[in-house]
């Protein structure tokens, strides 16, 4: 089945959002099996739409548009569709209760142009909409059967469910084959590195496996195409195998969405908490902890320490250290990560110090320098990153990230790689793990 | 001029990324006045790539091209656009070098089918990329004089430098007329409320004016059109002074990218300086000062306060209050913002505290009830906010907006609409403002 998908909007041609929806359609499609061939962008102009859906219908099987459903874009897009699949709109009664019922849920009338969304195909079907006042629509070709348009309307708050809830389970009915996909997030290793260790595994053609870098980590996708569902989930799960295989306890989650997620279960697993110590990352780390519901089992306090006088205070890091050694370096964020974890009376201890730049920068100590700790009761191991030529953003980003993936391999006592660790107390001297 | 950005690449048509590149372009073309009348995405497939190109340039005078310029990709959309355009490819010795040197400056030696992105147009001209190896070009079409084909290449850091440095000034050049935009930003007024007061301004012709809601900000957009750029920001100014006259201090900035940075500018240029103590926001407001360059003049510690024991033992909140009054209460807000005050030594304070969800809520307490302070050595404000049916990631970027938003005006003695205000020290008592 070959699609297209086609939004409506002068705010899209004039950039001012962002197409959302069609990066959202065209991965549900894939993950159907369905082909999308072209994905196209057309304003709320009469004749220019015709053309557009006219060339569509003509090379293309399913057609999905979304928006141009707003009650005051005079239906243009319903009936420009209507009419070229061979159908007409009449007037519905329940959906203009529907309407009328969404307007009164959140104590407002209903504008009289809104009684235009209550017109839905003759011949096609309807889709409700459970979170705003434009139905969705199925029109089928009136000339080739088989072929279809889906009008869904445009914010995305209503288009995904509707999406979601009504056509997907639709169009999985009508496709022969399923696909599925598995997702293996990396962290510790770039991705040219990661590539060079699976590179034979990214040639397969079912299951598929594909990289896609993030800042500071790797994703892995496996997609497999089967005729059931329990077939494709199993064969990405035998692949996926293979990558564990070789990647080990790099692989830190197959099924959460981020580290801080995998970071907040797997601490809450083992009863265990955590207080961190922010300098150049200024709360990024607690903010993306407290950012998981839950988070307030696991984690008591992030300190977010930028002055050096408040880093001696409240988390009685030694003067002379600050002096000796300065703010950025392993001495200060080891002491950093101890003095939280005590002062939190937490089981695990995050320091970090560094340069994010713009500015602060020195030859010794470069911009996007930054020394990251994580501590215990028993140890303390130190991280030296150099983020070179990347804006303030992606350093401190980086540098959450990687004090993440030491807070989790210190919570499973995995290996710290990379890392220097020396005992709790002797920030001063460092003795190299490996 | 009538335009059509067109992106090449079969990522984007499984929806692997997000095409941002249309957006941007079609902002920059709309800000210089050409007329953007459709978007479209094709794969790397050559016959649809050239129905794509064949169309276009028939119904466009300008195609801007994003991606599809990569060395494994055959060349597809160079030589596709060059037989379109009535042009050939020729090999450039000098482009090759810059290839070279591109490789040679991160210590790599350039793979051979690199050479390829050395073919540049033999009629039409190279664009040089500052920042990857392909270069960019622009066809003029053999047949039809003043119609052309840009090709930029896909990473959005190549393709923007590029389209501001070579394209943008090569367009502004031909075009007769120039657009202009100015964009003030609204906190503290919902869209709904901001749109009754100004809905007159909104229905002008050049300049024009439009509303864009934000979490918990809105923007206006006005944009002027005239035939030098210096009577279009004129025309910008004095429009924007009837948004002023209405709706004042409201207005936060007409030229900053965020309220963060607006706070950061306002306490230095004062010579002030901030402290915050945040629980349900978990650090979102510290990691929003500190993203903007030179936080440190103004931000020396924000306290995540996750616990109540540590807002007790960290902040000097009262036992008797948390036990008394909840966790959640202005009084805890109050005594938050006093305590963080206190121990940074900072001019400014401020408390957050509330119930983020999507557990945790009661029917007196729900989820999305947030109380957050401000205060000085003269005065502590509260402020309650109720955010309701929304994601735990809105409710803390609404409520760090809010406690964003009541230090500016704090810093610069203005009224705080919508707060509470008592004396320091007396949490447990609040009168009202207004």
């Known amino acids: 089945m070959k699609a297209e998908i086609i939004a409506v909007g002068t705010e899209l041609l004039l950039g001012d959002i962002l197409n959302t929806n069609a990066q959202f359609l065209s991965r549900e499609l894939a993950a159907l099996g369905i082909t999308v061939h072209y994905q196209s962008v057309v304003g709320d102009n009469p ?52 309407i009328r019922a969404f307007f009164a849920k959140s104590g407002r009338t209903m504008p009289e142009n809104n009684r235009r969304q209550a017109m839905v195909p003759t ?30 309307p445009g914010p995305p708050k209503e288009l995904q469910p509707m999406f979601l809830d009504s056509v997907r389970p639709w169009l999985a009915a009508m496709s022969d084959s399923v696909l599925h996909s598995m997702t293996l997030r990396v962290a510790g290793l770039g991705e040219s590195h990661l590539e060079d260790k699976v590179a034979h595994l990214l040639r397969g053609e079912n299951p598929t496996a594909a990289l896609y870098a993030k800042t500071a980590e790797v994703i892995v996708r496996i997609t497999a195409k089967a005729q059931t569902k329990e077939k494709a989930q199993e064969m990405c799960r035998s692949y996926a195998q293979k990558f564990y295989d070789i990647l080990g306890d790099c692989i830190y989650t197959d099924h959460a969405d981020s580290l801080e997620e995998v970071v907040v279960s797997t601490l809450a697993e083992r009863g265990m908490t955590l207080a ?97 700790s994580a501590c215990s009761a028993d140890a303390v191991y130190v991280k030296r990153i150099v983020v070179p030529n990347r804006t303030r953003e992606v350093v401190r980003i980086s540098a959450a990230q990687h004090a993440l993936e030491m807070v989790r391999r210190l919570a499973l006592s995995l290996e710290q790689p990379g890392c220097s660790r020396f005992a709790p107390g002797k920030a001063a001297h460092m003795e190299t793990a490996e």
């Open 276 to 372: 961190t110590a922010e300098s150049c990352t200024g709360g990024l780390v607690s903010q993306r902890i407290t950012a998981i519901p839950g988070a307030s089992e696991v984690f008591s306090y992030g300190a977010c320490t930028y002055a050096n006088e408040i880093k001696e205070r409240v988390l009685g890091v030694k003067h002379e250290t600050l002096e000796a050694c300065g703010a950025v370096s392993p001495e200060t964020a080891a002491e950093m990560a101890q003095g939280v974890r005590k002062a939190a009376g937490a089981d695990i201890g995050v320091g970090i110090t560094g340069i994010a730049g713009p500015g602060g920068g020195t030859k010794e100590k470069p911009v996007g320098l930054v020394y990251i």
């Open 123 to 152: 011949r096609g079907r309807k889709i409700p909409n459970a979170n705003g006042t434009a139905p969705g629509m199925i029109f089928e070709d009136g000339q080739q059967a088989g072929k279809y348009a889906v009008l869904l």
């Open 47 to 98: 004749e220019r739409l015709e053309g557009v859906v006219r060339q569509a219908r003509s090379r293309s099987d399913l057609l999905i548009f979304s928006g141009g459903l707003g009650p005051t874009e005079d239906d243009l897009t319903k009936q420009t569709v209507a009419r070229a699949y061979g159908d007409t709109l009449r007037f519905d009664e329940e959906e203009l209760e529907h």
